[in-house]
């Protein structure tokens, strides 16, 4: 029996944690640093000077057969090295490959190599080029993005030259990001509708889990400020067969193949974000983690043990394995903080968690929550995911909205309107953002 050590604290490795605990091959699970909804909680954050250490030395001491990574930042710091230097096994790439996250350019530059489609872009460090560069561009739309990693604040799609020059003056001129915002890339506006996929990875081979679409904006409509995910759903119509099909040959194939060549193989999920128009993808960005709200709809859906999945990709050994879904769709709505995205409440005391555990065809995976006593407290922006799952998705949407109503904190706030792309489809209609649920 197995040992599992989940790195994080948000929805995505609550996530994670039940869909491990639900192997029968797991034994125990343990989440670092966790929240209020996480088995066996060590309180060990990767984010501190000594933390990845810290986290090798438990796993090291209590026998942990195999850690997964959920959040990029330590990835991006490499403790997969720090992993293997010792023998302890983990599902993630190495610091290398996590590149492909971590530094922007680095990963279009990836593409253009290997001839895997991607928006024109041009990489900038200074100010004055990047300006010249936006000056003599056609006026329209331009994707203003920091080079390296910014928590998801890092983009700004431009209507205009003039809002690209304001973009590039916050980021290199206030340096609003710092760091991150070093190297600039100037991209293309691509157009079409997004979707992600996560794929599994042994180095060679990829297995893909179900297709999901994000909804990064925080009001109703896709209208309001970008946010870290307002919610989720599964699978994505507009990744039919024939698309998922192109993704895989002429993104995922050519991405591990080039790794590969290069020196830097990649092991872990590897997301990538797609802009699909007229059947035909391009990648918005590649993420080398799992996604977050994306993994609370798409792991409800498995049926395959998700443990054997990723500890035959860890040994680079995913050969003979599947990923098998059950039918339907499930669909999940983030329960945010009253004055999320900006500053938010911190402590508001969560009500209807037990009501809510009684309800059919519904996950609750916490987020910012904490322990205070006897109560569980928000102590985040995305406090908690409600995912619902059915037999449509029009079943899975009800579900979550059903968990969303039973839950309630002071200044709590969520979305309508998740799924709304996928429920037109199902009426065989464009449907427009439905309002006032
Ligand atoms: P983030 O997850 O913060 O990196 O934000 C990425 C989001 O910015 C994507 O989900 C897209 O909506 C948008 N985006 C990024 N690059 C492009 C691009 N070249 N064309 C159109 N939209 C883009
Ligand atoms: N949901 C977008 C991300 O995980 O980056």
Known sequence: MAKVLVVGGGGREHALAAALERSPRVQAVYTAPGNAGTPNNVPIDASEATGLEKLADFAESRGIDLTVVGPEAPLCAGIEGGFRGRGLPLFGPSRQAALLEGDKGHARRFMRRHGIPHPDFAVFDSLAEAQGHVRAMPEGPLVVKAGGLAGGKGVTVCGSRAEALEALAGLMGRRLLGAAADTVLIEECLQGEEASILALCDGRRALYLASSQDHKRALDGDLGPNTGGMGAYAPAPVVTPEVLAAVDRR??????????????????????????????????????????PETQAVL????????????????????????????????????????????????????????????????????????????????????????????????????????????????????RDIGYRALGRALGRALGPPRGR
């Open 251 to 292: 993104i995922v194939a050519p991405t591990l193949r080039g790794l590969a060549e290069e020196g830097t193989p990649y092991r872990g999920c590897l997301y990538v974000g797609l802009m699909i128009r007229d059947g035909a993808p391009r990648v918005v960005e590649y993420n080398c983690r799992f996604g977050d």
């Open 300 to 415: 409800p859906l498995l049926e395959s043990d998700l443990f054997d999945l990723l500890a035959g990709a860890a040994r680079g050994e995913l050969g003979g394995l599947a990923v098998r879904n059950r039918p339907g769709a499930a669909c999940c709505v983030v329960l945010a903080a009253g004055g999320y995205p900006g500053a938010y409440e911190k402590d508001k005391v969560i009500r209807g968690l037990e009501q809510a555990a009684g309800l059919p065809e519904l996950h609750v995976y916490h987020a910012g929550t904490r322990r205070l006593g006897e109560e569980v407290v928000s102590s985040g922006g995305r406090v908690l995911g409600v995912t619902g799952t059915g037999a449509s998705i029009r079943e899975a949407v009800a579900a979550a909205y059903r968990g969303a109503a039973a839950i309630g904190f002071e200044g709590c706030h969520y979305r």
